[in-house]
């Protein structure tokens, strides 16, 4: 080999990764400039590929019996015993060459070398003789070797310049317990189960926003490696991306900027991966003024949270520029800190472009009793409902509206009813549920909320009435009422007041503080079981305070007794997993042994429910180890 010859000449043709140089045209006589060479080679062989060897044999294109190569003339591609159009390649070479062709190398073009494949085999079958199978097996050879001299001829690209340093977490550390617990909570991993069974190992996936509602409670940092999982994590559950994100700190945003995946973290976070402080009016101003529409719903939440009237002024200054859609996710963010401070401008919105616009200021004027518009709906709602009269016991009166006027529609009240709803009813609730609840006792002689809820409806009004004192109860986050609607936890819901609803009775319940609210639950499942208990089980604060914890393993126990069919009760298996308390576990331990099954039960439940309290008891103590792990150091 003639180590001597530059490579650029050797084999007497120029290849794809060399250059020829050519003097500058500015002036600078010392100056080269590198211009790339096309591959002429290259391209005739993908030519014939494509257009097969019979059609278009490449000129010189030849190939000598076994271990020999194939090569086109002239061209630098050279044949067995060419060692220089090889670049010196040897009689290794010229093996792998072979190979290439019998189908145990890859050409560097795939599609041109299955087309050709495709061509041999064809000519084959055609009768076509062996020279038709010998060209194409000597295009091959000639690709795989021209590939093998491309890739060793290429040049490395500029260096990309490297990120900025991520920015410092201040945070504390995580124990290294809690550390190798998090690794198992991302990774998901449980023990396998037949026949495609839970089985009874925990479900780790359904801890980890409890396990990160923990970590920030006490203050802790990710770990840098974890990052990346935590960031998959989130991308996959939207439930884990604000916790996810709150653990994951100004580090998880550095990352997140440096992978197109994790673009959902950068959503609403400004223009740097964080926004800025609420009292650098300067920055507020130009990212108001620039920034995209997530960023500025974020910008105008974070500082309303800090200072409610200087939100409303960062709005009101571009509000009459803003898009009907943007206007409506805008005064949405007022619900946060909303006060009497904003009547003026909800009052103004009242006269919007947007029909949807005007509902919702209407909806947040009515949650302030003192609002002009929610002394309109009074005014409205008591020529509507009133005490009966005529009655021989107290008895309440309505009279629904008999049209809806311009008034009603600036206030809110839309004049087409959904389908299904009668216009009259439909004005009625709009207006029943945006009066004040202050102002029923007094038309009602001085009763009370619960005596007002007792008393019974004319004319099968009643229905619609105690749905729209619902509404208007969690609109004005009014304990009192909510208490009433709900009732007694022992009448079933199809006879109580208020409503029938489970969805709405949940609502209701989370006017009341958890410790009511899970007294009455508790009440409720013990008169009622649990299979109209999962949504109020929903709103109970986390882990479930005595008696209810208390109430749901009784009521388990009792379902397993009387033969019910276990994964008829997996919803609220699976809630009291993520919240009994811990301390329940060993109450539950009895009722993990398989019971005798009856003649009578369903095959197979017992060893189903043994399994599903088994499951309860491991997740239970796996969640105390969780919250022993992350304790910080005494």
């Known amino acids: 080999m003639d180590t001597t010859t530059p490579p650029s000449v050797r084999g007497g043709t120029r290849v794809a990764a060399e250059a020829v140089t050519d003097r500058a045209t500015d002036g600078d006589e010392n100056r080269t400039t590198a211009v790339p060479v096309p591959d002429?080679?290259?391209?005739?062989?993908?030519?014939?590929?494509?257009?097969?060897?019979?059609?278009?044999?490449?000129?010189?294109?030849?190939?000598?019996?076994?271990?020999?190569?194939?090569?086109?003339?002239?061209t630098g591609i050279g044949g067995a015993g060419d060692d220089s159009a090889a670049g010196g390649n040897t009689a290794d070479d010229n093996?792998?060459?072979?190979?290439?062709?019998?189908?145990?190398?890859?050409?560097?073009?795939?599609?041109?070398?299955?087309?050709?494949?495709?061509?041999?085999?064809?000519?084959?079958?055609?009768?076509?003789?062996?020279?038709?199978?010998?060209?194409?097996?000597?295009?091959?050879?000639?690709?795989?070797?021209?590939?093998?001299?491309?890739?060793?001829?290429?040049?490395?690209?500029?260096?990309?310049?490297?990120?900025?340093?991520?920015?410092?977490?201040?945070r504390a550390p995580l124990p290294e317990a809690a550390r190798r617990r998090l690794g198992e909570l991302l990774a998901g991993r449980t023990a396998s189960s037949p026949a495609g069974r839970r089985g009874a190992a925990p479900d780790l996936t359904e801890l980890l926003p409890q396990w990160l509602a923990l970590a920030d409670e006490h203050g802790y940092k990710a770990p840098p490696a974890a990052l990346p999982a935590l960031l998959d994590a989130a991308r996959?559950?939207?439930?884990?991306?604000?916790?996810?994100?709150?653990?994951?700190?100004?580090?998880?945003?550095?990352?997140?900027?440096?992978?197109p995946e994790w673009r959902f973290a950068l959503r609403g976070t400004g223009t740097a991966g964080a926004l800025p402080s609420p009292g650098d009016a300067e920055a507020v101003r130009t990212l108001w003024d620039?920034?995209?529409?997530?960023?500025?719903?974020?910008?105008?939440?974070?500082?309303?949270?800090?200072?409610?009237?200087?939100?409303?002024?960062?709005?009101?200054?571009?509000?009459?520029?803003?898009?009907?859609?943007?206007?409506?996710?805008?005064?949405?963010?007022?619900?946060?800190?909303?006060?009497?401070?904003?009547?003026?401008?909800?009052?103004?919105?009242?006269?919007?472009?947007?029909?949807?616009?005007?509902?919702?200021?209407?909806?947040?004027?009515?949650?302030?009793?003192?609002?002009?518009?929610?002394?309109?709906?009074?005014?409205?709602?008591?020529?509507?409902?009133?005490?009966?009269?005529?009655?021989?016991?107290?008895?309440?009166?309505?009279?629904?509206?008999?049209?809806?006027?311009?008034?009603?529609?600036?206030?809110?009240?839309?004049?087409?009813?959904?389908?299904?709803?009668?216009?009259?009813?439909?004005?009625?609730g709009r207006i029943v549920e945006s009066a004040p609840l202050s102002?029923?006792?007094?038309?009602?002689?001085?009763?009370?909320?619960?005596?007002?809820?007792?008393?019974?409806?004319?004319?099968?009004?009643?229905?619609?009435?105690?749905?729209a004192w619902c509404r208007a109860a969690v609109r004005q986050r009014d304990a009192a009422w909510s208490r009433a609607l709900l009732g007694s936890p022992a009448t079933p819901p199809a006879t109580g007041p208020g409503t029938s609803s489970l969805a709405?009775?949940?609502?209701?319940?989370?006017?009341?503080?958890?410790?009511?609210?899970?007294?009455?639950?508790?009440?409720?499942?013990?008169?009622?079981?649990?299979?109209?208990?999962?949504?109020?089980?929903?709103?109970?604060?986390?882990?479930?305070?005595?008696?209810?914890?208390?109430?749901?393993?009784?009521?388990?126990?009792?379902?397993?007794?009387?033969?019910?069919?276990?994964?008829s009760f997996s919803g609220v298996m699976g809630l009291a997993e993520r919240c009994l308390a811990p301390e329940a576990a060993r109450h539950l331990e009895p009722l993990a042994a398989r019971p005798d099954e009856a003649e009578d039960a369903v095959p197979g439940a017992g060893g189903y429910w043994s399994e599903a309290f088994r499951r309860l008891v491991a997740t239970l103590r796996l969640r105390a180890s969780i919250r022993a792990e992350l304790a910080p150091p005494a």
């Open 40 to 74: 002429r080679p290259w391209e005739e062989l993908v030519t014939s590929a494509l257009l097969g060897t019979d059609r278009r044999p490449p000129a010189g294109l030849t190939r000598t019996g076994t271990g020999g190569g194939a090569g086109i003339g002239g």
């Open 95 to 170: 093996a792998t060459s072979d190979n290439a062709a019998d189908g145990d190398a890859t050409s560097g073009d795939t599609a041109g070398s299955s087309a050709t494949n495709g061509d041999a085999t064809s000519d084959s079958a055609a009768g076509g003789g062996t020279a038709g199978a010998a060209a194409a097996l000597a295009l091959l050879d000639a690709a795989a070797l021209h590939t093998v001299r491309r890739r060793a001829g290429l040049r490395p690209g500029p260096a990309a310049p490297l990120p900025e340093p991520a920015p410092e977490d201040p």
């Open 236 to 259: 996959a559950r939207t439930d884990l991306r604000a916790p996810a994100l709150r653990f994951a700190g100004p580090r998880g945003l550095w990352l997140a900027r440096l992978n």
């Open 439 to 467: 102002c029923w006792p007094a038309r009602f002689g001085g009763r009370g909320p619960e005596e007002i809820v007792a008393l019974p409806v004319a004319d099968e009004w009643r229905d619609e009435l105690h749905a």
């Open 290 to 428: 620039e920034g995209l529409f997530a960023e500025r719903v974020a910008l105008l939440t974070a500082v309303r949270d800090e200072d409610p009237a200087a939100g409303l002024a960062l709005l009101a200054s571009t509000w009459a520029a803003e898009r009907a859609e943007d206007r409506l996710m805008f005064l949405d963010s007022l619900r946060a800190g909303l006060s009497d401070a904003d009547e003026e401008f909800l009052e103004a919105a009242l006269g919007d472009r947007s029909r949807n616009v005007r509902a919702t200021a209407a909806e947040l004027l009515s949650a302030l009793p003192s609002s002009a518009l929610a002394g309109r709906m009074a005014d409205r709602a008591l020529t509507c409902v009133g005490p009966d009269r005529t009655a021989d016991v107290p008895t309440i009166a309505v009279e629904a509206p008999h049209e809806c006027d311009a008034a009603m529609r600036r206030d809110g009240v839309v004049a087409v009813p959904p389908a299904g709803r009668g216009e009259r009813s439909w004005w009625l």
């Open 504 to 567: 709405e009775r949940a609502q209701l319940l989370s006017m009341l503080c958890p410790e009511e609210r899970a007294l009455w639950v508790a009440r409720f499942v013990a008169a009622h079981g649990l299979s109209e208990a999962f949504q109020l089980l929903g709103v109970c604060a986390v882990p479930w305070a005595e008696p209810l914890g208390g109430a749901v393993v009784d009521a388990l126990d009792i379902a397993r007794e009387a033969g019910s069919y276990p994964w």
